[in-house]
Nanobody, 123 residues
C-alpha cells in the first residue's frame, strides 16, 4: 500500500553535510510517522530520528542530536533527513520507514521500509 523510495546517499568528508530524501506513495502519507534508521556493518539497525504523523514533532537518537534534522513536505509526499557535522561513525546504510503516527523508536513500530541508501563519511 505504501512504497518508499530513498535517494541522496553518497560519500562525504567528515564535517560535511548530506540530505537524504524519502519519497512515499499513498494518500495518507501525512498521517504516518516517518522514521529514519541506520545500520552499519556488523551492527543492529538503530534508530536515528522520527517525525510524528501530526504536529510536526520530531525526536532523535542522542548520538545525532544537534546534527541531524528531519522535515517533511506533505505536498511532495517526501521526508528529508538533513545531516550536518558528519562523523565517520555515521557511516551506515540509512533507511526510511513509515509507521503509526505516534512515532516509534524501534524497527518493529514501522510497517513500510525503503530500500536503504549508503552514506559513507570518510576523508
Amino acid at each position: 500500500q505504501v512504497q518508499l523510495v530513498e535517494s541522496g546517499g553518497g560519500l562525504v568528508q567528515p564535517g560535511g553535510s548530506l540530505r537524504l530524501s524519502c519519497a512515499a506513495s499513498g494518500r495518507t502519507f501525512r498521517h504516518y510517522a516517518m522514521g529514519w534508521f541506520r545500520q552499519a556493518p556488523g551492527k543492529e539497525r538503530e534508530f536515528v530520528g522520527v517525525i510524528r504523523g501530526t504536529g510536526g514533532i520530531t525526536y532523535y537518537a542522542e548520538s545525532v542530536k544537534g546534527r541531524f534534522s528531519i522535515s517533511r513536505d506533505n505536498a511532495k509526499n517526501t521526508v528529508y533527513l538533513q545531516m550536518n557535522s558528519l562523523k565517520s561513525e555515521d557511516t551506515a546504510v540509512y533507511y526510511c520507514a513509515a509507521g503509526a503516527p505516534s512515532g516509534a523508536t524501534t524497527p518493529s513500530g514501522y510497517d513500510y521500509w525503503g530500500q536503504g541508501t549508503q552514506v559513507t563519511v570518510s576523508a
